[in-house]
Nanobody, 110 residues
Framework: DVQLVESGGGSVQPGGSLKLSCVAS????????MNWARQAPGKRREWLST???????FYADSVKGRFTVSRDNAKSTVYLQMNSLKSEDTAVYYC?????WGQGTQVTVS
């Protein structure tokens, strides 16, 4: 079974940083693109970033220049480094593989 387990969320002041991790299992991680998304209270889910198997990266305009996605195929782990955090970044952050979503990790910026 596919499992995606996020960690690294927490509370941080505006301007601070956090690094999220997502450990994947149940599929061949190195052969698949991985994504990050988030959902803020009362808002729709928002795609944030994709990292392809060739490590090419893509970002939503809302996080471009502040967030960096990376992957470690040996650890089946995808990361999201978040810098210059803003209050509007407060949300539950999800690791996504095709239509599989992790349980999410809460990020609060205040």
């Amino acid at each position: 079974d596919v499992q995606l387990v996020e960690s690294g969320g927490g509370s941080v002041q505006p301007g601070g940083s956090l690094k999220l991790s997502c450990v994947a299992s149940g599929f061949t991680f190195s052969k698949n693109d991985m994504n990050w998304a988030r959902q803020a209270p009362g808002k729709r889910r928002e795609w944030l970033s994709t990292i392809r198997t060739d490590s090419a990266t893509f970002y939503a305009d809302s996080v471009k220049g502040r967030f960096t996605v990376s992957r470690d195929n040996a650890k089946s782990t995808v990361y999201l480094q978040m810098n210059s955090l803003k209050s509007e970044d407060t949300a539950v952050y999800y690791c996504v593989y095709t239509y599989y979503w992790g349980q999410g990790t809460q990020v609060t910026v205040s």
